[in-house]
């Protein structure tokens, strides 16, 4: 997933501000994409079947849990300064 965002952003959105930089991203990230899918082939059946089952549970309860404890759910808005990281606590 990592891979595959860091190609979209560099089409879609090539002026951003990176701090890190993946060296030759178009030959990297490709090859990270097919590094992922050939050990996932190589699973065992069993646990490529059950490993989707996990996966969205993992992500209800992440979501569950995150809801409540968001800063963006509590009403609290992060905000970039223009030299220096993220200002934590403004409320709108």
């Known amino acids: 997933m990592v891979a595959i965002a860091v190609m979209v952003l ?3 959105d090539p ?9 030759a991203v178009y030959v990297v990230a490709p090859l990270a994409i097919i590094g992922c899918v050939v050990l996932y082939v190589s699973l065992p059946l069993k646990a490529i079947l059950v490993l989707p089952g996990w996966g969205g549970i993992g992500l209800l309860v992440y979501f569950f849990y995150s809801r409540s404890r968001s800063h963006v759910g509590r009403g609290i808005v992060d905000t970039m300064s223009e030299d220096g990281p993220p200002i934590y606590g403004i409320k709108n």
């Open 10 to 12: 560099r089409k879609t």
């Open 15 to 23: 002026a951003r501000k990176r701090t890190f930089r993946a060296p």
